[in-house]
């Protein structure tokens, strides 16, 4: 066995060097990192100093308002909009599901940098789509890109846009994997396709919903993309920034890799804080 | 209660008949059961009496009123489900109480109900359990439950014990036999296994790719089956079907002798058709109607291949001279010894070519 396990392990040795080097080590140095002052030459260890500047700086709060507001308001809508896209994704009335299938996964596939550019090109306030719609039905212009409001709800939007259909596909896997007898069985007892839906399609796909619910925190604690992107590196005034454009811009623009380092470890501790508590909250009750 | 009247009732899907044309009366607490192997439209037959699967041609009654066009929930069924599909997030008392609770059901008559069946199938000690932590048993307890509490007119039972071990199946086989004692409801019980069906069954409807075989009482089907298939299909193990041919008439009735054997001949007393000597028959004997040497018409010489102890009983597998394989059953203290027997046919049906009785 011991031999067996050997040999094992040497197979495995290319990539477990591979993921100490660039996985690992990354992580145990950044951490090391957010406890040094890395503006002078040589770097000293100084556990305050980024710690320290964190607890008091404007700027990582507002990023931190940022990214909590988008998690607060875009996550349950996306999942809300997801549950409603799997519902009718799994209607036996529903033709061409494949294609439907396809065409709400799509976004995630379209490249970063080209959906940003159309939503830029949409949102636009002279000849954008989005305003020329709005002014047909009588509303007015929104200047999507000055406005902090419009800002971040653009940047919801576009969230949503791209991950929905993703949550769609998974909630919708979750749903076949309900056995259908269980919903004859409340057919046969005078059950609603409405109440079916809330005491019995919701329950079951619990642990599925709470799975993307985890997922999108995690993926909304590092939102990047679509404030450097869209809103042009969190504008207007940083009124979308969020905290992966707060570790980028302190990182990689201002060099500052140790209160980088410390931004980083606070979005992991969030997302793991609020992921914890996700769960605790939905745990089930014996 | 109510009785339950199927006409002419055919399913197709697309292009493909999978009932042609069912008819059947059942009667007011009658308990009925559709057998026959898998795919011979029997569960099909079930979901269309209970409005689960559309019907493509003719009428379903029940309790003379014609529900082709009513909702499942509107005909006064209740239905038990081979996977028991509980509803897994709930309690026992939940599963048994969820159709009355959400139908709006005053709740002393929801609890009254509740407690009846849990009383009824001895579950009451389970209330509280979700369904994963119950055993395969107790689950189509509750299942059977859920139906009771409906006090629906008519129960239907698709392949309800499929899912247990044999043991079990057993015991539950009786449970359920004492339940339609108690209650007195008509119920519908689908399954493949012809033991269940001689069993549980007042009547039996023998199915066989969609076509309606035999219908009749359990011992009837075995005692007079009309058709080959009826015959094979009910009675463990099954009949042996011997090629013969028929080589005259006397008295008693037409001569038969059996392919491949010397001068091995029986007298068939048939009353509603003279075959044609020389016309091809097929000679079906139950495994318990083959006697000693001399004991019946004619005597066969047949070589063993395996011997099954079964305790008071033994089944023998046996190969006559012709090559056909036959069972044959004897009392365990009259096993044979030797590898090769003569035995005597004591009791026979005769079948044409197609398949059909020869009375």
């Known amino acids: 066995m011991r031999n067996r396990n050997a040999t094992a392990y040497r197979f495995l040795t290319p990539y477990l060097l591979i993921f100490a080097i660039f996985w690992v080590w990354p992580i145990i140095s950044s951490f090391i990192i957010s406890f040094q002052a890395t503006r002078t030459v040589p770097w000293r260890f100084a556990p305050s100093f980024n710690w320290g500047r964190l607890i008091g700086d404007p700027a990582f709060f507002n990023a931190l308002k940022n990214t909590l507001l988008i998690l607060v308001i875009q996550v349950p809508v996306m999942i809300a909009l997801a549950m409603v896209m799997a519902v009718l994704l799994n209607s036996p009335l529903l033709k061409a599901r494949g294609l439907y299938r396809f065409a709400f996964f799509a976004p995630v596939v379209v490249g970063e940098v080209a959906y940003s550019a159309v939503f830029r090109l949409m949102f636009s306030l002279d000849f954008g789509i989005v305003n020329k719609l709005l002014n047909s039905i009588g509303l007015p212009k929104i200047d999507w890109f000055s406005n902090v409001t419009p800002a971040m709800a653009l940047i919801m939007i576009a969230v949503t846009w791209r991950w929905a259909g993703y949550n769609a596909i998974i909630l919708l896997a979750g749903m076949q994997s309900i056995p259908e007898d269980v919903y004859e069985a409340a057919t046969l007892d005078r059950v609603s396709k409405l109440k079916q839906f809330f005491y019995i399609t919701l329950p079951l796909l619990k642990p599925v919903i709470v799975f993307c619910l985890v997922l999108s925190i995690i993926g909304t604690m590092q939102l990047f993309t679509e404030p450097f992107l869209i809103t042009e590196r969190g504008g207007p005034g940083g009124g979308t920034e969020t905290l992966g454009l707060l570790l980028y811009r302190q990182g990689f623009r201002s060099l500052n890799f140790g209160y980088a380092s410390a931004v980083a470890y606070t979005m992991a501790g969030l997302a793991i804080a609020i992921t914890l508590l996700q769960l605790w909250l939905t745990r089930e009750k014996q | ?359």
């Not at chain 2, 008949?17 to 026959?36: C, L, N, Q, R, Y």
């Open chain 2, 1 to 359: 209660m109510a009785t339950v009247t199927l006409s002419n009732v055919v399913k197709r899907f697309g292009a493909f008949t999978v009932v042609h044309g069912a008819s059947m009366d059942i009667k007011d607490g009658e308990f009925v059961v559709f057998v026959g192997p898998s795919g011979c439209g029997k569960s099909t037959l079930l979901r269309m009496v209970a409005g689960l699967e559309d019907i493509s041609g003719g009428d379903i009654a029940i309790g003379g009123k014609l529900v082709n066009d009513v909702e499942p929930a509107e005909r006064g069924i209740a239905m038990v489900f081979q996977s028991y599909a509980l509803y897994p997030h709930m309690s026992v008392e939940q599963n048994l109480s969820f159709g009355l609770r959400m139908t709006g059901n005053p709740k002393a008559d929801t609890d009254r109900r509740v407690k009846r069946a849990a009383e009824i199938l001895r579950i009451s000690e389970l209330m509280e359990r979700r369904p994963k932590k119950l055993s395969g048993g107790q689950r189509q307890r509750v299942a059977i439950g859920r139906a009771i509490v409906r006090e629906p007119q008519v129960f239907l039972f698709d392949e309800p014990l499929s899912n247990l071990d044999a043991e079990l199946r057993v015991q539950m086989r009786v449970e359920i036999s004492r339940l339609h004692k108690e209650l007195g409801a008509t119920m519908i019980y689908v399954t493949h296994d012809q033991t269940e069906a001689m069993t549980l069954a007042d009547r039996i409807v023998v199915l066989r790719a969609g076509h309606i075989e035999q219908i009749g009482r359990p011992l009837d089907l075995y005692d007079n089956p009309d058709n080959l298939f009826v015959a094979g299909f009910v009675g463990s193990p099954k009949m042996n079907f011997i090629k013969a041919h028929i080589v005259g008439q006397d008295a008693r009735g037409v001569v038969v002798e059996l392919a491949g054997q010397d001068n091995a001949r029986i007298v068939q007393p048939l009353t509603d058709v003279t075959p044609e000597v020389g016309s091809k028959v097929i000679v079906g004997v139950r495994p318990e109607h083959f006697g000693g040497a001399g004991e019946g018409d004619t005597d066969l010489v047949v070589a063993i291949d395996v011997i099954e102890h079964l305790g008071g009983t033994s089944f023998l597998y046996a190969r006559t001279k012709n090559g056909e394989d036959v069972v044959i059953q004897r009392d365990a203290a009259k096993v044979p010894t030797t590898s090769e027997i003569t035995v005597s046919i004591r009791k026979s049906y005769l079948f044409d070519e197609k398949g059909l009785r020869l009375r």
